[in-house]
């Protein structure tokens, strides 16, 4: 037998033929087919008992109800909850993505000591005890030498146990620099101090409401409880309700709203009164003005002078045509708004604008208000409300010794209350001020709920001031921009892992609580505040530690909440569902007992004059926002980044909005890039022309320009605030900066 | 290389002109009795390879972590299948037990057997969940739910499952090396066929069923229930 090439090429046909025979080619290539799609990096959740955990919201003061999906103990999906007087089933993009903050990598896993330079990035693990410790120590020693009132602490909010605890720690300790973030709240709550004088919250009873008249509020871009306003939105669209939006650049509120009014930009207290003139006028006022109201006419004080009334004021001022000419809104347009307005049976106007979070003039949160109540728009259904600060919060005063008395007597670093600003809260604004009217130096400062060195107006300033500082202490969840800057990290627990009361949710007309429960257990080395306060108090020692009698946060909390406890684990909130205001005699507590009209704010119009020289900088500049960024404290999470469009971050860079006309003048074509310039700095921005804006302004998102937290966020576009400056309003030293003078330049 | 090829070439042309005038290519002449030979022998090769050696290396065999005897359990039971089981109250399916779930009877050791010594002491008292090994799991891209299938098909486990539970011993878990899934999807035999309905459960399986049952084809491009019935 002879064995050739061909016996092999044989052998070969028979191995092919018979391995079509088997079930081997077959099965390997469905196999094989399998194994391409079985990558190991393919995430496959695991199969495991499905539930729901009801919590609240705590990323915005939206307070929304959330109805968690977990599979086994891993979260899978953030719900809303169904039938909440809030957000009734609904949940915004930062709620939806709020898993990323939960199992994202950017969170600090352990209490942490810095060892580098300040904002070096380099840091220490430390125990808890030991940063307790620290804390403790440090604070102890100012209290010993006498410079107790020399710390400082801000938070997101002063509402609800959490910060309560803060404000009792600095009380007990002996200083009284509690500091709140400020927003368009703080000016609404300034109004109905002076106004209504009451210390309420401003809400807002948006489904029942006619006609809504917004001054730049983003109703569904953020303001108030976002979610609620945006059903609120649908229900209006569905009832008819019209809605006009005051507000120099085409947002999405303008856009859906009935009519967009585009108005010269820091003009609308002018509006308003102009508006008010017409109603006026036409004698179109209601009867609340006359009947509850002070200081509408012409009156004497108590040294027989002579005091204008502000319908003396508004006839003699605010004609349309006057208006018009400030405004750039045609005469014959505002008689008609104030018409409508007037004529409906329950009108609303509201002031804010954007998310809430830009800062309002004193004169135009006024001005609005009483546009409500020239047509009785106060304390009834469809208008504004007065809502009760919450009170559940009911612990004695901590007792104070020498040094904390002491302390306290030496009064808020920012003057806030003082002669100098009676109507104000905080004054976050002033901690930066280079012409510093601050009385001492800060030597400690605590933060959490907030992210002052990313969120304040003048970020460099604000760091300059920090710089000042020789004591940071955040207790963030993650690596922010403040938190970067911190001397020791005591990390909270994300809301998701965290037992915590969220009061008041913004703009809500109702007194409401919800209930942040644990979802899941807690992945890290990380600590609730609260029981880091309780720690830190109790290591000082003294009166200090005696005011805090509770084992822990949670037996804090359910003492604090008493009987609505089992409620509020039951439902998930708690609610004053019946809760209406009165809008007689008993809701007013001013010297007169009624609705006062203010002569000093409403005497000469007084607009927020604007940072910076016009023939220097010919342009405005001005933040908005929208739904898909968070603007607040927290920093998007990489789903909401992927949901921006590309006219307003692409790659790494920041847009700004431009009119054509603007942008013709300048000689910049869409997409190309520019140099924009503030008086606090100039950075590298792309132009996006586009025909929703007035010539003559900028336009930029909120929300951008982190140099924090993961690749997905940090280094996207520009900071909108490290180009603004604070203006401190004259009438009530609050923040009045809606923007900034700009100009813009070829690259 | 190109005298090399020179000489090769010479050679067959040589060989071809000596041998011109007897037909070697005949059968009966023999040279193709080793290309015949040879071609068997390569048949047989893949025969053996495809249908014997194949399936021995493509799936390894893992034994389960406990002897798990179904039949005993049955018969210790009031309710069958679903004791253990069971749709939960809010209709999805347990599938395979929690430890928490034995514990209702194992919390100590109930007779004498090797595998419940090693249940209780290695599981229940040290309050692990018991790795099991589960024949029947479907990939992940596959939503399955039992109570369209059992309760509203009023489908028997046996029609899926087969009659696993009649079984002594837990029987080897087979995992398909390449893909990672258990024998029991693409079923016992490697050809392929199957003799009862239990015995595989690829896509086709899932539709053939569904289109018997339903008498419905909704999808023209399959030509069975549209893929979003088990693909969400």
Known sequence: MKIDRRCFLSLGMGLSAGAVLTPLPWKLADDSSIWSQNWEWTPVPK??????????????????????????NRAVKVEGMPRHPVNNGGVCTLGLSSLQLLYGPTRIKTPLKRIGNRGDGKWEKISWRAAIEAVAKKLGDHRKKGESHMVAAIMGSDRGTVPQLMARLLTAYGSPNFFRMPSAQDAYESTLYLMHGVQAMAGFDVDNTDYVLSFGSGLIEGWGAPVHMLQANSRWKATGTKVVQVEPRLSNTAAKSDEWVAIIPGTEAALALGLAHVILKENKQCDFVSNAAFGFDDWVDENGQQKKGFKQIVMASYSPEKVATITGIAAEKIVRLAKEFAGAKRPLAVAGRGSGNTPVGFQEMMAVHAL?????????????????EPDYVKWPAPEMDQIAAKGIQQGRLDGAGSSNAPYARFLLNRLSQADTKNKYSLKALLVSGANPLYSLPDTKAVQKAFDGIPFIASFSSYFDETTQYADIILPNHVFLERLEDVPAPRGFHK??????????????????????LIAIARKIGGTVSSAFPWNNYETCLRTTLADKWPMMVKNGFWW????????????????????????????????????????????????????????????SPPFMMKTVSDKIVKGNDGFVEINP???KKLKLADGQSAVLTTPKGSVNVRVNVFDGIRPGLLAMSRGLGHTAYDDYLAGKGVNVHSLMGPVEDPLSGLDAAWGIRAKLTKA | MSTMDDNENAVLEGTAGHDGDVPEDSPENGPWGPVLLFFFVGLAISLIVGWGIFPQLLYSKKEQPVD??????????????????????????SGIPKISDCIECHEDTMGESEAEHVFVTEYVHKGREVPWMVY????????????????????????????????DHARAYEENRITGYSRDIWGERISGFKKETWERMKMDDCAGCHEEMTGRITSVQTQYDACFVCHK
Request: with cysteine; net charge negative; hydrophobic share 30%.
């Open chain 2, 68 to 93: 798990f005897n179904h039949k005993l359990h049955v018969e210790e039971v009031e309710n069958g299948c679903e004791s253990c089981h069971y749709f939960r109250a809010d209709g999805s399916f």
């Open chain 1, 47 to 72: 199969d495991d008992v499905a539930s729901y955990e009801k919590t609240a919201c705590s990323l915005c003061p939206g307070g929304c109800g959330l109805l968690v999906r977990k599979v086994g």
């Open chain 1, 661 to 663: 006309e603007t942008a």
């Open chain 2, 136 to 167: 029947a799991k479907q990939p992940d891209c596959v939503f399955f739910s039992h109570a369209a299938h059992v309760k509203m098909g009023e489908i028997s486990c046996e029609t899926c499952h087969g009659h696993i539970g009649e079984s």
């Open chain 1, 372 to 388: 409500n109540a020239l047509v009785g728009s106060i304390n009834r259904p469809g208008g504004i409300w007065t809502v009760p």
């Open chain 1, 511 to 532: 007194p409401m609580i919800g209930l942040s429960q644990p979802v899941v257990s807690s992945k890290y080395d990380t600590r609730h505040i609260g029981d880091a």
């Open chain 1, 576 to 635: 004053n569902q019946s809760y209406l205001p009165s809008n007689n005699g008993a809701g007013f507590h001013t010297p007169s007992g009624k609705f006062e009209f203010s002569e000093t704010v409403f005497s000469t119009y007084q607009p927020v004059a604007l940072e910076g020289d016009e023939s220097a900088y010919p342009l405005v500049l001005v933040p908005y926002d929208h739904m898909r960024l968070s603007s607040g404290y927290v920093g």
